[in-house]
């Protein structure tokens, strides 16, 4: 499967408890994305890579959260001291030069 | 900001009926209009596009058209099957980091 892989595709964790996700996109795809979605909503932008700079963030990527891409191509998500209102299905996507962005399966974390 | 309002589901539909699922946006450039589907179970996947004023997406019977005037990009659909049930999410790309701005969803279910 070529396609972009997130791991693990379910984390429960204790408040307080630091958690980390994994993203790797599509081989190639220089951009990669971060989102958020949780329950009826639509995914919200939390931030984005071109390569292995990290371009933007959305202000919902308080100080607890971290990003980074390596040498630009996998990606770790990783949430320090996880509170109650962290959990939610984490998403990553990659891009190359068309307009199309292609989505993960998602990691479920439910903070306890 | 930018942002993107769809209609509020669930939509219940009888099967071979007629769909349209209202979506608007606010952006401040010309940005690309998407509309992407999640399937029970599985991931996100870009179900069609448009890029500018007047273009229409196409894909799998599902038909929408991007209305510069009316800032609106409804998606429509002549015959609906069981299998199109799932969640509905209208989404915009408007400035160079192409991240994209969802709305809330609408959840489709078609009854045999």
């Known amino acids: 499967d070529t396609g972009v892989s997130q791991d693990p595709r379910h984390k429960i964790t204790k408040r307080g408890q630091n958690v980390t996700f994994r993203c790797d996109p599509i081989?190639?795809?220089?951009?990669l994305y971060w989102y958020r979605q949780t329950l009826g909503q639509g995914p919200e932008f939390l931030t984005y890579f071109q390569n292995e700079a990290q371009l933007e963030k959305s202000r919902l990527l308080s100080d607890r959260f971290s990003a980074e891409r390596p040498k630009g191509s996998f990606s770790t998500l990783e949430i320090q001291r996880t509170e109650q209102g962290d959990s939610a299905m984490y998403l990553c996507?990659?891009?190359?030069?068309?307009?199309?962005?292609?989505f993960g399966p998602g990691t479920r974390l439910t903070v306890l | 900001g930018d942002s993107v309002t769809q209609m509020e589901g669930p939509v219940t539909l009888s099967e071979e009926a007629f769909l349209t699922i209202n979506c608007t946006y606010t952006a401040t450039g010309y940005p690309s209009l998407f509309w992407y589907v999640q399937y029970p179970g599985e991931g996100l996947q870009l179900l069609l596009k448009?890029?500018?004023?007047?273009d229409k997406g196409s894909n799998k019977g599902f038909e929408a058209t991007y209305r510069k005037e009316t800032t609106s990009f409804h998606l429509e659909k002549g015959s609906v099957q069981v299998s199109d049930s799932a969640v509905y999410f209208c989404a915009l790309s408007g400035d160079s980091s192409y991240k994209l701005i969802f709305g809330s969803g609408t959840r489709l279910l078609v009854r045999p």
């Open positions: 448009a890029t500018k004023a007047d």
């Open positions: 996507a990659s891009r190359q030069t068309s307009n199309e962005q292609f």
């Open positions: 081989s190639e795809h220089n951009r």
